[in-house]
C-alpha cells in the first residue's frame, strides 16, 4: 500500500477506483466497502484508492475544540488499513479552503483531473464541497459527463458501519472492550510513550510503566484496570501484563494517568513507545484502605490477568 499525504505529487493513476471517507476503526463495517473497493479494482484492472484526511475534518469546520474521541490516531488508522489489500491512500491536508470548495470545482479540479476515476464507490448520502452543497446526484451528473461511474454503498450497510461505530466507542467509554473487541474485529489498542512516574509502584512491588499519548483525541476506555499485550518499539516480544487507567484513589492521586506492569519484566524502557492491546476488563478502579490492601488487591488482580491471558501466545 502506497500513501500519499501531497495531494499536488500524486501518480497517474489508471482506471481507479474510489472511496472516500474518514474510516476511524477500520471496523468490521468498514471492511465491507473496503472489499468492495479492492475486488471491483481488481476485476477491472484498476488502482484502488482510498482518499481520507487529516485533520479530522470536525477538527476544522466544527468551532467546539474538545476532543473527538478518535477510535484510530492517523499512524493506527494507516496500519490498519495496509491490510485490506488496498493499494494507494491519499491523505488529503484538510483545511478551510479544501473544504470551501465550490462543489463543481471539486469534482473536476480534484476527483477527475487528479484521480482519473472509472468507478466511485460512495454512499447515498454523501456530502462534498462549500456548506456541503455537493451530493450523489451532483456525482452522478458529473459522471456522464466525465465517463465514470457511481456505485451506491447499500444504505443497510451505512447505517451498520454508523452503528458500529457508535457502539464501539460507547462500549469503550463504559469499559465495555469485549462488545468493542466483536464490532472492531481487532482488540482496541494505542500506542505512548513510557515516562518516568513517582515510581510508587515498586515500593509495593508492582512497578509501571506510565503511558503518554500525544494525540488528544485519542479515546482512552473508561476508568479501571485490564489485562493487556503489549510490543515496545526496541523489542518484537509480545509482552503480557495489566494495565491501571484513572487517578489512583487510593494515593490521593488527582490526574487521570494510564500505568501498565509488565509481568516477568525489568528492561528500562523510558523514552521507548509501547503499543498496548487491551484483551479484557477484570474491574473498576477502588479506592483502598492502605496501600497493603491495594498490594493485596494487585495479587488477585495478576492472577485474573495471567487467567484472561494464559491463550495468547503471539
Do not use: C, W
Not at 466525465?146 to 457508535?166: A, G, M, P, R, W
Not at 490526574?255 to 477484570?282: A, C, M, P, W
Not at 497493603?292 to 491463550?311: F, I, N, P, V
Amino acid at each position: 500500500m502506497k500513501v500519499y499525504t501531497a495531494i499536488d505529487q500524486l501518480p497517474v493513476f489508471t482506471r481507479s477506483v474510489i472511496t472516500i471517507g474518514t474510516f476511524d476503526g477500520v471496523h468490521l463495517g468498514h471492511k465491507k466497502i473496503l472489499k468492495q473497493l479492492t475486488e471491483l479494482a481488481e476485476n477491472i484492472d484498476g488502482d484502488s484508492v482510498l482518499i481520507t484526511f487529516y485533520p479530522h475534518p470536525k477538527k476544522i469546520v466544527q468551532q467546539d475544540r474538545s476532543p473527538l474521541m478518535l477510535i484510530n490516531t492517523q499512524e493506527e488508522k494507516l496500519k490498519l488499513l495496509a491490510d485490506e489489500g488496498i493499494a494507494h491512500v491519499v491523505v488529503v491536508p484538510f483545511s478551510i479552503e479544501f473544504a470551501e470548495q465550490d462543489p463543481q470545482t471539486y469534482v473536476e479540479d480534484f476527483l477527475v483531473k487528479k484521480f482519473n476515476p472509472h468507478t466511485i464507490i460512495i454512499g447515498y448520502d454523501h456530502r462534498f464541497g462549500k456548506d456541503r452543497q455537493g451530493d450523489y446526484h451532483m456525482l452522478e451528473n458529473a459522471g456522464e459527463a466525465f465517463n465514470f461511474q457511481v456505485k451506491e454503498i447499500e444504505e443497510k450497510l451505512l447505517k451498520d458501519v454508523t452503528i458500529s461505530s457508535t457502539k464501539i466507542r460507547n462500549a469503550l467509554l463504559g469499559g465495555d472492550v469485549k462488545t468493542a473487541a466483536a464490532y472492531l474485529g481487532y482488540n482496541y489498542f494505542f500506542t505512548g510513550k513510557v515516562e518516568e512516574g513517582a515510581k510508587l509502584g515498586r515500593t509495593i512491588n508492582f512497578p509501571t510503566a506510565n503511558i503518554s499519548i500525544a494525540d488528544d483525541d485519542k479515546l482512552i476506555p473508561a476508568n479501571g484496570v485490564y489485562a493487556v499485550t503489549a510490543k515496545t518499539n526496541n523489542n518484537e516480544a509480545l509482552l503480557k501484563g495489566m494495565m491501571n487507567i484513572g487517578v489512583r484513589p487510593t494515593v490521593d492521586g488527582n490526574f487521570r494517568k494510564i500505568e501498565v506492569h509488565l509481568f516477568d519484566f525489568n528492561e528500562d524502557i523510558y523514552g521507548h513507545d509501547i503499543t498496548i492491546s487491551i484483551q479484557g476488563r477484570i474491574r473498576n478502579e477502588i479506592k483502598f484502605p492502605s496501600l497493603a490492601d491495594l498490594q493485596h488487591q494487585l495479587g488477585q488482580d495478576k492472577q485474573s490477568a495471567m487467567e484472561l491471558l494464559k491463550e495468547i501466545t503471539a
